[in-house]
């Protein structure tokens, strides 16, 4: 069984290049130049026969896409039919895809597969019980930029299929001023009017500074950043922080919130919360592939 969670049409894990990237990497780890022995071994080259990715645990679906990629990049004949769309729920025993083709390549292709299946759709999984435990507050759930070395592209989007959105990509692609730009600069003002120079020079990009205390929050305010992120406060804290005048400027509450407070998290009149978690702590969806 399995139900609609969201839209997901333009948020789906797209096979690009990038995909492409971790793909080919993922595999060229697992074969070596030998290739998988075992089924070299074991099974007939004329072989066929099907395959049926199962969920062992309730979650939402993502990766799909790149699942195929995988099999494909073994077998570009193997046929991927995708039972269980990204973004959408599976229940404990539901087959969430099927693959038809020449049996070696089902096995060869079958760990790195699930290998990265199973951690988008537990990213997606978790990321949307933060966005449920919010719901109603106008609150998104956002990620960071703690995610796996090359895998990047993967986990962020896997944070769209569970109803998040995302931060910034990388460190190119916007300011985020912390705690050592700030003293390496000589205070908040001085490093977000730096930002502003060089984005004078060198192209608009999005301003955004942690502040750990209301006197930091109200020096980011005057230097009028695009975003602030009210860093390691407690609710109380940033209630008092959303209290002061901040039109225009988004923020974003970040640090210490976890499941069973980011409700209270939410409530104070902020924009975003950050959670490390979604990505840096994957609980990888437990999935099977069983030859029929």
Same mark, same amino acid.
């Given at each position: 069984?399995?139900?609609?969670?969201?839209?997901?049409?333009?948020?789906?894990?797209?096979?690009?290049?990038?995909?492409?990237?971790?793909?080919?990497?993922?595999?060229?780890?697992?074969?070596?130049?030998?290739?998988?022995?075992?089924?070299?071994?074991?099974?007939?080259?004329?072989?066929?026969?099907?395959?049926?990715? +199962?969920?062992?645990?309730?979650?939402?679906?993502?990766?799909?896409?790149?699942?195929?990629?995988?099999?494909?990049?073994?077998?570009?004949?193997? +046929?991927?039919?995708?039972?269980?769309?990204?973004?959408?729920?599976?229940?404990?025993?539901?087959?969430?895809?099927? +693959?038809?083709?020449?049996?070696?390549?089902?096995?060869? #292709?079958?760990?790195? %597969?699930?290998?990265?299946?199973?951690?988008?759709?537990?990213i997606a999984t978790l990321?949307?019980?933060?966005?449920?435990?919010?719901?109603?507050?106008?609150?998104?759930?956002?990620?960071?930029?703690?995610?796996?070395?090359?895998?990047?592209?993967?986990?962020?989007?896997?944070?769209?299929?569970?109803?998040?959105?995302?931060?910034?990509?990388?460190?190119?692609?916007?300011f985020l001023i912390k705690?050592?730009?700030?003293?390496? %600069?000589?205070?908040?003002?001085? %490093?977000?009017? %730096?930002?502003?120079?060089?984005?004078?020079?060198?192209?608009?990009?999005?301003?955004?500074?942690?502040?750990?205390?209301?006197?930091?929050?109200?020096?980011?305010?005057?230097?009028?950043?695009?975003?602030?992120?009210?860093?390691?406060?407690?609710?109380?804290?940033?209630?008092?922080?959303?209290?002061?005048?901040?039109?225009?400027?988004?923020?974003? #509450?970040?640090?210490?919130?976890?499941?069973?407070?980011?409700?209270?998290? #939410?409530?104070?009149?902020?924009?975003?919360?950050?959670?490390?978690?979604?990505?840096?702590?994957?609980?990888?969806?437990?999935?099977?592939?069983?030859?029929?």
């Amino acid at each position: 069984m399995s139900k609609k969670v969201k839209q997901v049409n333009t948020n789906e894990i797209n096979l690009n290049r990038v995909a492409k990237t971790i793909i080919r990497r993922a595999l060229r780890e697992d074969l070596g130049k030998r290739g998988d022995i075992t089924t070299r071994a074991t099974i007939p080259g004329d072989a066929k026969g099907e395959a049926v990715i +199962i969920a062992r645990q309730d979650g939402i679906i993502a990766g799909q896409r790149i699942s195929e990629g995988v099999f494909k990049s073994v077998e570009s004949s193997l +046929i991927y039919r995708i039972l269980v769309p990204d973004g959408e729920s599976a229940e404990q025993g539901a087959e969430i895809a099927r +693959i038809k083709g020449k049996l070696w390549a089902i096995l060869v #292709a079958e760990r790195t %597969a699930l290998n990265i299946l199973g951690r988008c759709c537990g990213i997606a999984t978790l990321t949307n019980r933060f966005v449920k435990a919010v719901e109603g507050t106008g609150v998104k759930i956002t990620e960071t930029r703690k995610t796996a070395p090359g895998l990047r592209y993967i986990d962020k989007a896997s944070v769209l299929v569970g109803g998040g959105v995302n931060h910034r990509y990388a460190l190119h692609d916007a300011f985020l001023i912390k705690e050592n730009h700030i003293k390496g %600069a000589g205070g908040i003002v001085e %490093a977000i009017n %730096a930002c502003k120079d060089f984005r004078a020079k060198w192209g608009r990009f999005r301003i955004m500074v942690e502040a750990t205390n209301m006197d930091e929050y109200k020096l980011a305010l005057s230097a009028k950043p695009e975003r602030i992120l009210l860093d390691n406060m407690t609710p109380d804290q940033l209630i008092n922080c959303t209290k002061v005048p901040h039109a225009g400027i988004e923020l974003e #509450a970040t640090g210490g919130i976890n499941l069973d407070n980011v409700r209270s998290y #939410a409530e104070t009149g902020v924009g975003f919360i950050s959670i490390g978690a979604l990505t840096h702590s994957v609980k990888v969806l437990d999935l099977t592939l069983l030859i029929g």
